[in-house]
């Protein structure tokens, strides 16, 4: 196998173990992004089958004398002397060994950005409640009902009356 070819299918292998796909199913909410995650992961995965079976194996050797036999000796003697002298070089990675450590940083970047974003969302949610529960009861809500729930308020509106402060 060629070094270029097994690198990819290394990096396709590797990738294939580290997609949480069942995480990212969860957070899909429409019927239509299921049907187009559904599709990149069939497209994923036929692709990722293809790079380990394609890049995995040795080309098959070339049969010389079946093609001495149907063109001349001469002509299959200079495509096998040309073949022969070919080198492949090997491929040597210069590129993930300079992006890995920033990759590596955004990655902790992104799960303290993740953990502060799932700690604004529960406290969203209980602001949510605590609104919704306020709207209920709106109408029939007494002053001292609503001071108990806000105190900051009722100081506020408390000191406004000692210093007779009322706004204007």
Same mark, same amino acid.
């Given at each position: 196998?060629?070094?270029?070819?097994?690198?990819?299918?290394?990096?396709?292998?590797?990738?294939?173990?580290?997609?949480?796909?069942?995480?990212?199913?969860?957070?899909?909410?429409?019927?239509?992004?299921?049907?187009?995650?559904?599709?990149?992961?069939?497209?994923?995965?036929?692709?990722?089958?293809?790079?380990?079976?394609?890049?995995?194996?040795?080309?098959?050797?070339?049969?010389?004398?079946?093609?001495?036999?149907?063109?001349?000796?001469?002509?299959?003697?200079?495509? @096998? +002397?040309?073949? *022969?002298?070919? =080198? &492949?070089? #090997?491929?040597?990675?210069?590129? $993930?060994?300079?992006?890995?450590?920033?990759?590596?940083?955004?990655?902790?970047?992104?799960?303290?950005?993740?953990?502060?974003?799932?700690?604004?969302?529960?406290?969203?949610? @209980? +602001?949510?409640? *605590?609104?919704? =529960? &306020?709207? #209920?009861?709106?109408?029939?809500? $007494?002053?001292?009902?609503?001071?108990?729930?806000?105190?900051?308020?009722?100081?506020?509106?408390?000191?406004?009356?000692?210093?007779?402060?009322?706004?204007?």
């Amino acid at each position: 196998m060629s070094g270029a070819g097994k690198k990819i299918a290394d990096v396709a292998f590797k990738a294939s173990r580290t997609i949480d796909w069942e995480g990212m199913a969860k957070v899909l909410v429409t019927d239509e992004a299921r049907r187009e995650f559904s599709n990149l992961r069939r497209a994923f995965d036929e692709v990722n089958t293809q790079l380990q079976t394609k890049f995995s194996q040795e080309p098959e050797p070339i049969d010389w004398d079946f093609y001495r036999k149907g063109i001349g000796s001469g002509i299959v003697d200079m495509y @096998k +002397e040309a073949y *022969d002298s070919i =080198e &492949i070089p #090997k491929y040597v990675d210069n590129v $993930t060994p300079e992006y890995k450590p920033k990759f590596d940083a955004l990655l902790v970047e992104l799960k303290e950005a993740e953990q502060k974003s799932l700690k604004e969302s529960e406290r969203l949610e @209980k +602001e949510i409640v *605590d609104v919704q =529960e &306020i709207s #209920k009861k709106l109408s029939t809500m $007494t002053a001292d009902e609503y001071f108990e729930k806000h105190p900051e308020l009722k100081k506020k509106f408390d000191d406004e009356i000692r210093n007779d402060y009322w706004g204007y």
